[in-house]
């Protein structure tokens, strides 16, 4: 297939990760069960859908619950099912590395495998580790800070925090906490004056931002407090338009209509979130996006498929090969 959609935003679940989540009693993540999930069944998902590509990533819960050496063993086995299946396909899928953070020491020596050796199309980050340690903290800065030396694409992918996980709402965590989650990464990645010193990596943050968009004009007010200031020199919508974000369970006039505002379709990519948005709804992201009158088929175009291929150059380049 030559043409047809690129999905960032598209989650594998080999048996060696289920299972090894089952060990410890995890059964899903977000307060969604584990979807039944195989290599035929989500390439038959594609081909119904138009989706040329899927770039997979790991989802939350991720792979660290506690022991530094068996998240970097999850890693490892993750990271090398996915190289076997681009491998096994080439033009069909592309793969974001999993990193056994929060142990520092052990994520770099994995980003350097899935990189140099893999040749992985980039990394998943989740948007807090651990004891609320969110993206931008000092403790990732080693990490943070090579992501960028290698100006690597770095696809954000919530979670729901522990400080969360006791607040017994009548909805799943994936419901609210996944999308206050990203905009409390994207926050302190901002306010912490990183994304003004890290400027080399780009960053796809899930589901439309979270809140961001709508944000933007309190976030911008928050950032002229003098402790803050020196932080965001050139003021909070500068560092939002540097990101970029994908459409999955975000693609209705309400998100799109922001995310318009805001950055434009330069910075939006199409995410399905399958399997854990089943087909039905995955397909939702397609019809949201095609019916939004606030985009016309070039920005469509762009969203669909060429944005992607701009910012993973791998994934151009095997499609090239195959054309």
């Known amino acids: 297939m030559s043409a047809g959609r690129i999905d960032v935003h598209h989650h594998i679940l080999p048996a060696d990760y289920v299972g090894a989540l089952a060990k410890l009693g995890i059964h899903g993540g977000g307060g969604v069960s584990f979807p039944s999930w195989d290599v035929a069944g989500m390439l038959a998902m594609m081909d119904r859908q138009g989706i040329a590509m899927a770039v997979t990533s790991i989802s939350a819960p991720g792979i660290h619950f506690g022991d530094d050496l068996a ?12 190289a076997k299946l681009v491998a096994e396909h080439p033009t069909r ?14 994520a770099l020596a994995e980003l350097a495998y899935a990189l140099d050796v893999l040749r992985l199309d980039g990394v998943v980050l989740l ?3 651990g004891d609320s340690i969110y993206l931008g903290d000092p403790r990732l800065e080693p ?7 290698r100006a690597l694409t770095t696809f954000v992918h919530p979670t729901v925090p522990r400080t969360s996980e006791s607040l017994h709402l009548a909805v799943p965590g994936a419901a609210g906490e996944f999308v206050f989650d990203t905009t409390r990464a994207a926050m302190n990645l901002i306010f912490s004056g990183t994304l003004e010193r890290l400027t080399r990596w780009q960053l796809i943050l899930s589901h439309a931002g979270g809140t961001l968009p709508y944000l933007t004009g309190r976030l911008t007010a928050f950032g002229g407090l003098p402790q803050l200031r020196d932080k965001v020199p050139r003021g909070v ?39 854990f948005a089943p087909e039905p709804i995955a397909k939702l992201s397609i019809d949201g996006l095609a019916a939004f009158d606030g985009f016309d088929a070039a920005a469509r175009a762009r969203i669909e498929r060429d944005n992607a291929l701009a910012l993973l150059p791998g994934v151009a380049r095997r499609l090239r090969g195959a054309g």
Do not use: I, M, W
Not at 93 to 106: E, I, K, R, Y
Not at 143 to 149: G, S, T
Not at 244 to 253: F, V
Not at 264 to 269: A, F, S, T
């Open 127 to 129: 948007s807090s580790y």
């Open 143 to 149: 990490v943070l800070a090579e992501l960028d030396r």
């Open 93 to 106: 899928f592309g793969a974001f590395a999993v990193l056994p953070l929060p142990d520092v020491d052990g």
């Open 71 to 82: 998240a970097r063993e999850l890693a490892r086995r993750c990271n090398e099912l996915s």
């Open 237 to 275: 919508p500068h560092y939002l338009k540097q990101l970029h974000y994908d459409t999955a369970l975000s693609a209705n006039p309400f998100a799109l209509g922001c995310l318009k505002e805001l950055v434009g379709p330069e910075r939006v990519l199409f995410g399905s979130d399958f399997p």
